[in-house]
């Protein structure tokens, strides 16, 4: 069985996060009303409908954080400027904002996303036992 190189299966995966965290952060951002308008009528029929106007900003600071820690963590593995854990914050931010997305996703009953962020959340695990 051939040897895995952890550090690069570790970067890439860090790489991969941050151009998801990072677009998803971006448009959100880009487009705030438009956004905040689709989660006000993907939720109309729950609990959150009412909520998104205080929790999107919550998702958006959490997604935020995630993209900092995940350019913080690739420069680390990369040059290795300081002994903190950046990719294993980094990692914690990301699982944090896909159960929030998770979350929002079961209570709207829409399953297919639902499923969808789960194989992201398998990567972020992957990222961990990458880790070691």
Do not use: W
């Amino acid at each position: 069985m051939a040897k895995i190189d952890f550090n690069i299966a570790l970067l890439l995966i860090l790489v991969f996060l941050l151009i998801t965290f990072f677009m998803s952060f971006f448009e959100k951002v880009s487009d705030y009303k438009g956004t905040r308008s689709f989660m006000e009528s993907h939720f109309k029929d729950s609990f959150l409908a009412k909520k998104i106007v205080f929790l999107l900003p919550i998702l958006v600071f959490v997604e935020l954080i995630a993209v900092i820690l995940l350019i913080f963590a690739i420069i680390n593995r990369i040059f290795t400027f300081s002994n903190f854990n950046f990719s294993q914050f980094s990692l914690i931010s990301c699982a944090i904002s896909l159960m929030m997305l998770l979350f929002g996703q079961r209570v709207a009953k829409d399953y297919q996303s639902s499923a969808g962020i789960t194989i992201y959340f398998i990567l972020v695990i992957l990222g961990f036992f990458a880790l070691g």
